[in-house]
Every structure is written in structure tokens, then in C-alpha cells.
């Protein structure tokens, strides 16, 4: 059932829902999070269980604020604390090393976590609930609340398409950013950007005063991370990246006999009849960052055998959505 997440009985119910482990969804600035206790491994395998994801795969704890980070990190680099001052709360993850007996279930097994302080005030209300129950929650072990390899969800809508109306979903509107977090590992000496997001490469560096290095760049193999996999974020229609050019003479050749095609781009096409749906991918990074998921979503529903899309600007501020992009059409 979808509860508004703005209210204080929603919140207390949610609580109680993770105090008895089972499983809630809540709104993040980036995308919605299947959240369960991160203390509890039985929690945790619930969500393991519902995503259909491989429980080798580390989830994201989410804590209230940055000093909770030391409940489950054995650790803060300097080159995090400077990322914590600088983006917490925010649409940054960062990779840590874990403390031995914290939240190994959503580490995956692994000996480092990823943490997150989310800025969306629904999950800080939830957090901050969380922390002051008794006995206290320290942190939430939420993925983004989608069934494995599919688009993350951006309303609570998608939500429950996802997951049926059993699971109890906060309601916090349509998420301001749009796109998952950006992530950093800050365990191996030089800070690793694991996914871009929306904070462009140049801010991230700045805040931590180092050049960011590339997973390739590494000498040993990247830790398993899903989001990081070639094929992720795939809607169910086939998706083709296409300059508009090509896109315009492929719609143009193919005329009334074009199959269902969902066409996503900045530049102004032409399309015959009503088997082509055109939407306009906006000028702006962010924005497009916010509708993208929906997007695809959409022309999910209407049954589209083909997405096209525009490849977006090759500039910086796109490089979060053109990730996202790039693995949809790897699918
Ligand atoms: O914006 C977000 O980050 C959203 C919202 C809900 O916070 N969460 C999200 O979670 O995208 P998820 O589980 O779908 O993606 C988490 C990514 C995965 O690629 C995972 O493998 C990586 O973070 N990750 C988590 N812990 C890690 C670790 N210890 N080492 C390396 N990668 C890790
Ligand atoms: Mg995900």
C-alpha cells in the first residue's frame, strides 16, 4: 500500500515494519530504495529474495547522517570525509571499509560498504525514526526497489508495478534527481568512481582535491556491483542509441509500416501515423536525468517494440545519463 510519507503515522508504521524485518520502500532524491534493517541478515535476504538479485551482490546502507557512517565502517579515509563534507546528504555513495561484525549481509560477504545519506526528507524522517527506536535501527539496506536488471523506479507507481500492493511504499512524489547516486570507493588509496551520477566528475574532484580514477584504470578486478554490470537498467522494448539523422531517415523509410517504436530525442523528428511515439528529451542534463527512468517506463507500457534514442551532448553533465543509457541499450 502506498502511505504519505509526510506523515508522521506512515513513518511510525514503516518502523515498526523494519523492526519486525520485513521490508519497506521510501523515496530517495535519486530513485525509490527497498529498505530492510541493514543489522539484520534475515532482513536482508528478504530483499535479496524479492529483487531476484544474486546475494553476492552488495547493497547500499543508508544512514541519517555522516558520524552514523562509523556504525558499519571500521574506517573514514580522509579523501571520504572530505566527500562527506561536501556532498552528505546527497546523491553520493561511497565504498568503505567494513566494520567485522556490521551489515555483512548487505556488504554481500564483502570487507568493504557502501553508504549513502540520503538528502530527500521522507528517508531522512525514516532514518532519523529508525535511529531513535528502541532498539535502535542503525542504518537501512535499500537497493533501488526494482525486480533485478530492470529500470529503477522514480514514483511510487513504479513501485508497485514492481512489487505488488502488499509491500508498504512511502510516498515522496517523483524523485528529484532521477538517476542512482554516484559511487566512489575510497579503499584503494586513490578514490575509484565505481558509477557516475549527477555530480560530474570535476565536482567530485574538486570536494576531494584528487584526480578520480577509472574501475579500468585498477590493477586488480572491480568488486561485484550490479549497477555496474554491461546490461543493467534495461526496459523490456529493445533500446538503440541512433543520431537523429539516421533516427529521422529510419522513421522516413519505414513510413506507415513502422512497427510500435518509442522515440526519446533533443532534436525535433518527424513521425507518420500513431505507431511512433516521440518524446522530447530536454536540453538540460538534470532534467533529463529526472524523466529518464519514467521515460523508458512509459513506453514500456504502451508496448513499444523499439526505444530510439538520441545520444545525449558528449559533455560532462551527461555522462550519468549517458551511463544509464548505454547499459539500457546493452540489454
Ligand atoms: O541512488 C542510489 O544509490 C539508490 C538509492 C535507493 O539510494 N540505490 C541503489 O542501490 O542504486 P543498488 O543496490 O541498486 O546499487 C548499488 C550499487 C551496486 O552496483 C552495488 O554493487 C554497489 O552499489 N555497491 C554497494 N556496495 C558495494 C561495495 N561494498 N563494493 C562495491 N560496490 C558496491
Ligand atoms: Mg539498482
Redesign the pocket.
Known amino acids: 500500500m502506498i502511505l504519505p510519507g509526510d506523515h508522521p503515522d506512515s513513518i511510525a508504521r514503516a518502523v515498526a515494519t523494519l523492526a519486525a524485518g520485513e521490508l519497506v520502500a521510501?523515496p530517495?532524491?535519486?530513485?525509490?530504495?527497498?529498505?530492510a534493517d541493514a543489522g539484520r541478515d534475515d532482513a536482508v535476504a528478504k530483499i535479496f529474495a524479492a529483487k531476484g538479485?544474486p546475494s553476492d551482490?552488495?547493497?547500499?546502507?543508508?544512514v541519517p547522517d555522516a558520524p552514523s557512517a562509523t556504525h558499519f565502517a571500521s574506517s573514514v579515509p580522509p579523501v571520504a570525509q572530505r566527500l562527506m563534507d561536501a556532498f552528505w546528504p546527497g546523491?553520493l555513495?561511497l565504498?568503505l571499509p567494513?566494520r567485522a561484525q556490521a551489515g555483512a549481509a548487505?556488504?554481500?560477504g564483502?570487507a568493504?560498504?557502501?553508504l549513502?545519506c540520503?538528502a530527500h526528507p521522507v528517508?531522512h524522517a525514516l532514518l532519523l525514526a529508525c535511529a531513535q527506536a528502541s532498539p535502535p535501527i542503525l542504518g537501512l539496506a535499500?537497493?533501488?526497489?526494482?525486480r533485478f536488471g530492470r529500470v529503477?523506479p522514480t514514483m511510487p507507481a513504479h513501485v508497485e508495478s514492481e512489487f505488488g500492493a502488499s509491500l508498504l511504499i512511502l510516498d515522496g512524489g517523483a524523485c528529484p534527481?532521477g538517476?542512482?547516486?554516484s559511487?566512489v570507493?575510497c579503499?584503494r588509496g586513490v578514490p575509484v568512481l565505481?558509477?557516475p551520477?549527477v555530480l560530474t566528475r570535476e565536482q567530485i574532484e574538486s570536494a576531494c582535491g584528487e584526480r578520480l580514477r577509472d574501475p579500468l584504470d585498477m590493477p586488480d578486478a572491480?568488486?561485484?556491483?550490479?549497477?555496474?554490470?554491461a546490461s543493467?537498467y534495461a526496459p523490456t522494448a529493445k533500446v538503440r542509441l541512433m543520431p537523429a539523422g539516421m533516427l529521422q531517415t529510419a522513421l522516413d523509410v519505414l513510413g506507415a509500416d513502422a512497427p510500435r517504436i518509442g522515440v526519446y530525442a533533443r532534436t525535433a523528428i518527424r513521425a507518420r501515423g500513431d505507431s511512433v511515439r516521440v518524446r522530447r528529451m530536454p536540453d538540460d542534463a538534470a532534467e533529463t536525468a529526472r524523466q529518464l527512468f519514467a521515460v523508458l517506463r512509459e513506453f514500456d507500457d504502451q508496448q513499444v517494440r523499439l526505444i530510439w534514442v538520441e545520444p545525449p551532448p558528449d559533455e560532462p553533465a551527461w555522462d550519468g545519463v549517458r551511463d544509464r543509457l548505454r547499459r539500457a541499450a546493452a540489454g
Do not use: M
Not at 535499500?142 to 526494482?146: E, G, I, V
Not at 572491480?222 to 554490470?229: E, N
Open positions: 521510501l530517495t532524491e535519486t530513485v525509490y530504495g527497498l529498505a538479485r551482490h552488495p547493497l547500499i546502507v543508508h546523491p555513495t565504498i567494513r548487505a556488504a554481500g564483502q568493504t560498504i557502501g549513502r540520503p528517508a535499500a537497493p533501488s526497489a526494482n529503477s534527481v538517476i542512482e547516486s559511487i570507493d579503499t565505481l558509477r551520477g572491480a568488486p561485484r556491483a550490479s549497477g555496474t554490470l543493467h
